[in-house]
């Protein structure tokens, strides 16, 4: 049974850089793609990008010039990095691994972006 | 982009009915690509359907998918408490995934 553990601040101030990292357990992350999608208070959910298990990335184009993800196999982690983040970027962001569709999903974690 | 509008918005509904929640795609979707999720308040959502009709792992079968090419729909043949919450519709045949705005089922 694979799960996710999503780690990092909760909050991050205005222009400054997001950064999350998820953790696997219970199964190789080279077995999978992972993903990272978020969903502000209230509203449905926004796919970010996702990172290949050979390391390339795909991005959705309206974060692509801001989203940096990457993987590191030895730890069994993903990392999220998105720069210059607005109050806009406030919301819950998921770590999920995924053949397209995502069948594995972390907690969640609420980052606020405030001063 | 593939935009995924999703209705009704809100569907009330009573346990023991049969629900019916429909995504529309704004282009046909690649291989019928199309993946179906259930989200309680304050969880992650939950993986139903995947392929537009096959269940996941452990999904009971009052859960059905159907659909092709731009109009997908999801069938609950007769509500659970445990059903009420938001249902959202994904694609994932074309880059960049995008998911439907999700449709609330509620409580009547």
């Known amino acids: 049974q694979v799960q996710l553990q999503e780690s990092g601040p909760g909050l991050v101030k205005p222009s400054e850089t997001l950064s999350l990292t998820c953790s696997v357990s219970?199964?190789?992350?080279?077995?999978?793609?992972w993903s990272w999608i978020r969903q502000a208070a209230g509203k449905g959910l926004e796919w970010i990008g996702r990172?290949?298990?050979?390391?390339?990335?795909l991005y959705s184009p309206s974060l692509a010039s801001r989203v940096t993800m990457s993987l590191d196999t030895s730890k069994n982690q993903f990392s999220l990095k998105l720069t210059s983040v607005t109050a806009a970027d406030t919301a819950v962001y998921y770590c999920?691994?995924?053949?397209?569709?995502?069948?594995?999903w972390g907690l969640g974690r609420l980052v606020t972006v405030s001063s | 982009e593939i935009v995924l509008t999703q209705s009704p918005g809100t569907l009330s509904s009573s346990p023991g009915e049969r629900a019916t929640l429909s995504c529309r795609a704004s282009?046909?979707?690649?291989?019928?690509?199309v993946a179906w999720y259930h989200q309680k308040p304050g969880q992650s959502p939950r993986l139903l359907i995947n392929?537009?009709?096959s269940r996941a792992t452990g999904i009971p079968d009052r859960f059905s998918g159907s659909g092709s090419g731009t109009d997908f729909t999801l069938t609950i043949s007769r509500l659970e408490p445990e059903d009420f919450g938001v249902y959202y519709c994904?694609?994932?045949?074309?880059?960049?995934?995008?998911f439907g705005q999700g449709t609330k089922v509620e409580i009547k």
């Open positions: 999920a691994g995924s053949f397209g569709y995502f069948n594995h």
């Open positions: 219970g199964g190789s992350i080279e077995n999978l793609h």
């Open positions: 990172v290949f298990t050979h390391g390339s990335t």
């Open positions: 282009q046909s979707v690649t291989s019928n690509l």
């Open positions: 392929g537009a009709s």
């Open positions: 994904q694609q994932y045949g074309r880059s960049p995934w995008t």
